[in-house]
């Protein structure tokens, strides 16, 4: 089971860091990713992580703003998020996988049930 937190609203230039719990298994087996949903849209990709927090992958749209890590011994990932825009506004997912970190949603076999993001402008 994955359990996001962290979510809220924010003015624009803001940060914000959203915490992905694991509980029922070993996470540090996985890798993570975050993906996020605004309404009307497709869920997309954010950021992914290695199971050992050596590799991390982001969205252009995340790139610079955004930090992906992890603390295994804590069985949680974080997405740290700095100078929010209004257009970051979006349910944000967190996801895990066996193997490699992915873009793809569909490569991730457990998800938890989102937190939800609003930056004003």
């Given at each position: 089971?994955l359990?996001?937190s962290g979510?809220?609203?924010?003015?624009a230039?803001?940060?914000?860091?959203?915490s992905?719990?694991?509980?029922?298994r070993?996470?540090?087996?996985y890798?993570?990713?975050?993906?996020?949903?605004?309404?009307g849209?497709?869920r997309?990709?954010?950021?992914?992580?290695?199971w050992?927090g050596?590799?991390?992958?982001y969205?252009n749209s995340a790139?610079?703003?955004?930090?992906i890590?992890?603390?295994?011994?804590?069985?949680?990932?974080?997405l740290?998020?700095?100078s929010?825009?209004p257009?970051?506004?979006?349910?944000?997912y967190?996801?895990?996988?066996?193997g490699?970190?992915?873009s793809?949603?569909?490569?991730?076999?457990y998800?938890g049930q989102g937190?939800?993001?609003?930056?004003?402008?």
């Amino acid at each position: 089971q994955l359990v996001e937190s962290g979510g809220g609203l924010v003015q624009a230039g803001g940060s914000l860091r959203l915490s992905c719990a694991a509980s029922g298994r070993t996470f540090s087996s996985y890798a993570a990713g975050w993906f996020r949903q605004a309404p009307g849209k497709e869920r997309e990709f954010v950021a992914a992580i290695s199971w050992s927090g050596g590799s991390t992958y982001y969205a252009n749209s995340a790139k610079g703003r955004f930090t992906i890590s992890r603390d295994n011994a804590k069985n949680t990932v974080y997405l740290q998020m700095n100078s929010l825009k209004p257009e970051d506004t979006a349910v944000y997912y967190c996801a895990a996988r066996s193997g490699y970190g992915s873009s793809r949603y569909a490569e991730y076999d457990y998800w938890g049930q989102g937190t939800q993001v609003t930056v004003s402008s």
